[in-house]
């Protein structure tokens, strides 16, 4: 079994590499983490940069914040790329703009090194219950190389096409995500000023055209007026402003995710950063 370097162990990361140990893979992961003490107790072993951890392993995962913190973890003072071996895997399954992947990419190719980009969905629950989405950008081989990995740690796992499409498809799941969202959110909002009851309301639109995993789940999280998250806001600005650029790179105008940014940044301005992406409720005038 490939020996993995896995960097990154926050909300989605640690549930992720604990599966991996579950699963027999040999994990090694950074002495620096906070969550490094419960990857040891559970068999990880620890290495003090990611430099010497990508020396001392067949495949190297990063499960970071964003495209700045992949790009500085590679490239950066003792960063993978200065310690990764030819023949060695790269696979980054944060969400990052799908440009830095591909230029990822080229970087580690010079070295002999394949790369991946595997973002993923499904959330905590999905990463605790190793049931995560996976849509993975890169060549057939690494694909064919890192299934099994991805398979500790996914369910739906699906290899999209070339060096970067894995990102564009995460960038796709949270215009369609978001948008929904705003959707539940301004129809409960006319249907509780209009004196609808909106548990009813929910609960027949659950059986109509309207229905979706968000109308069932954000819809119940509105009317408990329950914003703990969850998937944070301030992530979804992220994921949004990806988007938007990966349009503007190509040209196009994105009306609804343009729109999404403005009640992102409307969100972020009223402080719920941290609230759950349901909060995008909290920005409609009532
Ligand atoms: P998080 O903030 O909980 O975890 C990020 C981890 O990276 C933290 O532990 C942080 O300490 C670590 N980190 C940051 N910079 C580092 C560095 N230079 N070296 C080593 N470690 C570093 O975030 P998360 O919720 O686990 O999300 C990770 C990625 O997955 C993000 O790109 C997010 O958009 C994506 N994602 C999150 C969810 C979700 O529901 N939380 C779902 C799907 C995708």
Not at 9 to 24: E, Q, R, T, V, W
Not at 70 to 90: M, P, R, T
Not at 110 to 116: D, H, M, W
Request: charge should be neutral.
């Amino acid at each position: 079994m490939e020996k993995i370097g896995f960097i990154g162990l926050g909300i989605m990361g640690k549930p992720m590499a604990l599966n991996l140990l579950k699963a027999g893979f040999a994990v090694g992961v950074l002495s620096t983490s906070k969550a490094s003490a419960e990857l040891e107790d559970a068999g990880a072993k620890t290495w003090p940069n990611a430099s010497k951890l990508a020396s001392e392993h067949d495949i190297v995962i990063t499960m970071l914040p964003d495209s700045p913190q992949v790009e500085d973890l590679v490239n950066g003072q003792h960063g993978v790329s200065s310690g990764i071996k030819a023949g060695a895997l790269f696979i980054d399954m944060s969400t990052i703009s799908p440009s830095v992947a591909r230029n990822l990419y080229q970087i580690l190719q010079q070295k002999g090194v394949e790369a991946l980009d595997a973002p993923v969905s499904g959330g905590q629950v999905g990463a605790e219950g190793g049931t995560l989405s996976i849509m993975v950008g890169g060549t057939e081989g690494a694909f064919q190389r890192a299934l099994p990995v991805f398979q500790a740690m996914g369910k739906n796992i699906v290899h999209i096409g070339e060096p970067g499409a894995g990102q564009t498809t995460k960038a796709c799941n949270q215009m369609i995500v978001g948008m929904t969202i705003q959707a539940v959110a301004e129809a409960f909002t006319l249907a509780g000023n209009a004196g609808v009851d909106l548990a009813k309301m929910r609960e027949v639109l659950l059986g109509g055209f309207a229905q979706s995993r968000i109308l069932d789940l954000h819809g119940q999280r509105i009317i408990d007026g329950n914003f703990k998250p969850g998937f944070k806001i301030k992530l979804h600005q992220k994921d949004i402003n990806i988007a938007l650029q990966s349009g503007k790179e190509l040209n196009l105008s994105l009306p609804g995710t343009e729109c999404m940014a403005g009640q992102m940044k409307a969100a972020m301005d009223q402080g719920n950063g941290e609230l759950d992406h349901s909060a995008l409720f909290l920005t409609m005038k009532k």
